[in-house]
């Protein structure tokens, strides 16, 4: 089970830092990703980051303002989201799989597990 959270409303150039914690497994087996989906539009991609070693990917949209990080002391997969946008505003989810393809890393379809998302808020 994965459990999402840390979101919240921020002004806009402000931060926010997004916890993904898991229970019943070792987040240090999987890959993990954080994908978002605004109102009326379609979940994307935002980052991810491999099980082996320091594979990280992120969207063109957030790269140089967000970074992703595991703990596996504490079992946390963290979105640090720096320079906040309105445009950043949606449910960001968390989402955790096997795979070792980094390609298959921005596909949703590389993660079986998903957790259930928190409202991350950017106003203007």
């Known amino acids: 089970q994965l459990q999402a959270s840390g979101g919240g409303l921020v002004q806009a150039g402000g931060s926010l830092r997004l916890s993904c914690a898991a229970s019943g497994r070792t987040i240090s087996g999987y890959s993990v990703g954080w994908f978002r989906q605004a109102p009326g539009r379609e979940r994307i991609f935002v980052a991810a980051?491999?099980?082996?070693?320091?594979?990280?990917d992120y969207a063109d949209s957030v790269k140089g303002r967000f970074t992703i990080s595991r703990d596996n002391a504490k079992n946390t997969v963290y979105l640090q989201m720096n320079s906040l946008r309105p445009e950043d505003t949606a449910v960001y989810h968390c989402?955790?799989?096997?795979?070792?393809?980094?390609?298959?890393?921005?596909?949703?379809?590389?993660?079986?597990?998903w957790g259930q998302g928190t409202q991350v808020t950017v106003s203007s």
């Open positions: 989402a955790a799989g096997p795979s070792a393809i980094r390609s298959n890393l921005a596909s949703e379809l590389a993660y079986p597990y």
């Open positions: 980051i491999h099980r082996n070693g320091p594979g990280i």
